[in-house]
């Protein structure tokens, strides 16, 4: 994953490949594309209760969220009319607890 920011806005670009990702449809259709190629287009926003109803208002349709993640971070994923995918999220606690949530729930907890 690589994190571009510069002044306010800040891009996200993660793989889809090699990470465990749950098999659901979301995760297939992304990885299938062909929009974007299996990109998703992520960017940090003040208020993703109102992006989200702003993105549902122009004809977006929304795959998941607005939700709150265990790694720290609220967001919410959705298609664009023109079929591209987009992450808007929002950094909500910068503790470590989150990453090893993450981690446990995808490898099992260390013993």
């Known amino acids: 994953m690589a994190i571009l920011r510069r002044g306010p806005v800040q891009l996200l670009v993660d793989a889809l490949v090699g990470i465990p990702f749950p098999d659901s449809v979301r995760e297939r259709r992304t990885k299938a594309g062909p ?48 079929g591209y995918a987009w992450k808007f999220f929002r950094l909500t606690d910068s503790s470590d607890d989150g990453l090893r949530a993450v981690h446990d729930a995808w490898f099992g907890q260390a013993d």
């Open 35 to 82: 929009r974007g190629l299996g990109v998703v287009i992520g960017l940090e926003v003040e208020d993703i209760d109102e992006a989200a109803l702003r993105c549902r208002a122009a004809g977006c349709v929304i795959s998941a969220g607005p939700l709150d993640a265990p790694w720290g971070e609220r967001y919410v994923e959705f298609e664009d009319p023109y």
